[in-house]
């Protein structure tokens, strides 16, 4: 299955949150927050990309679940 342009979007917005919760859980370093804001939760920009990781996820179940034909493998 060839991957759209959304599908790389998303997988690479999963992928970058997935690395952040990581280091959060094992180093509690935030890198989006030092990098994309001041680390205040009120910070616009970090706020932005955490929500745009959490459609990406909804947007990855949606598409897993919704498939037309029933399959649920993730090969390429």
């Known amino acids: 299955m060839k991957m759209s342009a959304m599908d790389w979007l998303v997988w690479i917005l999963l992928f970058v949150?997935?690395?952040?919760?990581?280091?959060?859980?094992f180093f509690k370093y935030d890198f989006v927050a030092?990098?994309?804001g001041s680390?205040?939760?009120a910070a616009t920009l970090p706020r932005i990309i955490y929500a745009l990781v959490g459609l990406a996820a909804i947007w990855s179940l949606f598409t897993v679940f919704m498939k037309k034909d029933g399959s649920t493998s993730t090969s390429m």
């Not at 949150?17 to 859980?25: E, F, I, Q, R, T």
């Open 17 to 25: 949150g997935g690395l952040n919760w990581g280091s959060v859980g």
């Open 34 to 36: 030092k990098w994309f």
């Open 39 to 41: 680390g205040d939760p």
